[in-house]
């Protein structure tokens, strides 16, 4: 069965701490994403990687940068966090770069206070 | 770039058909998806489209695609209350799911 985990279901982080949103996927997957969702705004791409190592800007990267160690994990960083960052986080991969399916995680709801 | 509109709520009665709609602007958009996401839980694929298709039946759900007006429907026969979530448009080039675009979600509310 496919699955892509996010170690957090809620987190609360304060104003100015470094946080890390982890998802990792069981699927062997090249693609890996992070989305925001944010009500009335549907989801924006924050990054992208295609393969190890590799990453690309989304549409909001401002704010945030990423980490690809390993196929599978692929780690969300919030270098110093602001109330404007608070939000559904949403993991996704996909098999190939022309695949017509993502798989999505749980997603994360962010609150930074 | 790319821009996937569709209406904030819709409300149905049990056992009813629900059509949701969505419009996009980009003409080249080659695939346009729909989505699924239940309370508490991610996105689910419910089914895609290519652009050179006008529909597509998969057991209660039927797509129907006007290219010429950039219009995609997803409708939902015999609505159950396990239908109730927020579905996702969203439309994308080829070339991966950093091209792809979704819409802001339409919350459908199925009433018992």
């Known amino acids: 069965d496919v699955k892509v985990t996010q170690s957090s279901r809620y987190l609360v982080k304060r104003t100015g701490e470094k946080v890390f949103l982890e998802c990792v996927q069981d699927m062997d997957h090249e693609n890996m994403f992070w989305y925001r969702q944010d009500p009335g705004l549907g989801l924006r791409l924050i990054y992208f990687?295609?393969?190890?190592?590799?990453?690309e800007k989304g549409d909001i990267p401002e704010g945030y940068s990423v980490s690809r160690e390993k196929k599978e994990r692929f780690s969300l960083i919030l270098e110093s966090a602001s109330t404007n960052q608070t939000s559904m986080y949403l993991c996704a991969s996909s098999l190939e770069k022309e695949n017509t399916e993502a798989f999505f995680g749980q997603g994360t709801r962010l609150t930074v206070v | 770039g790319e821009d996937v509109e569709q209406s904030l709520f819709l409300s149905v009665r049990e056992g009813d058909s629900s059509v949701i709609n969505c419009t996009y602007t980009?003409?080249?958009?080659?695939?346009l998806y729909w989505y699924k996401q239940e309370p508490g839980a991610g996105l689910q694929l419910l089914t895609y489209i290519f652009s050179n298709m006008d529909m597509k039946q998969d057991q209660r759900l039927t797509v129907l695609l006007n290219k010429k007006d950039k219009h995609l429907s997803l409708r939902i026969a015999d609505t159950q209350t396990g239908d109730s979530a927020i579905y996702f448009c969203a439309a994308g080039l080829s070339g991966g799911y950093q091209k792809v675009t979704f819409g802001i979600g339409t919350k459908l509310q199925v009433i018992p």
């Open positions: 990687s295609y393969d190890v190592k590799m990453k």
């Open positions: 980009d003409s080249s958009s080659t695939y």
